[in-house]
């Protein structure tokens, strides 16, 4: 599972890195985030609808709301989709198939039980700190009471590689750069698609921190300090 995730890098470094094409001039304000949470709106890469090769950045809601959903409450149950059954489950399919996109990060939380005390969370990175993506789906609901179209999105997450298993047993699909196109394009192969979807097979580190991060509300530089020091 991926229930919580980091995200410190602005619009305009986001642009860069993800080789945004479409939309570059509408550049929103977008603050580090240290502690980001379902239902909360996230930044999201896919591909351009005016031009396939092309990328776009929009803000979504994390938690997919299926297209037939009747309640937009479905997509605070549907913050991750599993890598072994995205392609069948009926509120996975139809975006697996052609709606897939990239949710940039940075770090990521896991707890890990420690004996009969409270779990201790850790943020999770890639070894020197370098920001990636998850693999992601994203869909459009168009029956809000308002009228307005809600974009949401989900977080595909796979069996836990050997470094991350004694914290969890799962975690978030990262992409390598080299499998962006092939991820975020509908006419890539389904098998192609589908080998993207393994662990993680690149360095990592993890990083005990505080229970700041156990509390949504909180949400500043202090939820990835490590623990302080016990009476």
């Excluded at 709301?65 to 913050?79: C, E, N, Q, T």
């Excluded at 092939?182 to 006419?187: E, H, I, R």
Aim: charged share 20%; proline share 10%; aromatic share 8%.
């Amino acid at each position: 599972m991926c229930g919580r995730y980091t995200q410190l890098m602005p619009w305009s470094e986001l642009v860069e890195l993800y080789r945004i094409t479409a939309g570059t001039a509408a550049a929103p304000n977008l603050p580090p985030r240290f502690n980001i949470c379902p239902t909360q709106q996230v930044p999201v890469v896919r591909a351009d609808a005016e031009d396939r090769a092309g990328r776009e950045l929009v803000m979504m809601r994390w938690g997919l709301v299926p297209a037939w959903s009747k309640d937009a409450a479905i997509g605070s149950r549907l913050i991750n989709a599993r890598a072994e059954t995205v392609a069948e489950k009926p509120s996975f399919r139809s975006a697996y198939k052609s709606r897939r996109c990239l949710i940039p990060a940075d770090g990521f939380y896991e707890w890990r039980k420690q004996g009969d005390g409270p779990k201790q969370p850790y943020r999770i990175t890639l070894a020197g700190g370098a920001p990636f993506a998850f693999a992601g789906l994203w869909e459009r609901w168009e029956k809000a009471p308002d009228g307005k179209a809600l974009q949401t999105c989900t977080i595909i997450t796979t069996t836990a590689n050997t470094f991350l298993r004694p914290i969890h047993h799962r975690m978030p699909v990262i992409l390598d750069a080299t499998g962006h196109d092939a991820w975020l394009d509908a006419v890539t192969p389904p098998d192609t698609v589908s080998a993207l979807l393994g662990p993680y097979g690149g360095g990592m580190e993890a990083q005990a921190v505080g229970t700041r991060v156990n509390n949504p509300r909180n949400d500043d530089a202090a939820c990835i300090e490590p623990p302080g020091p016990t009476a």
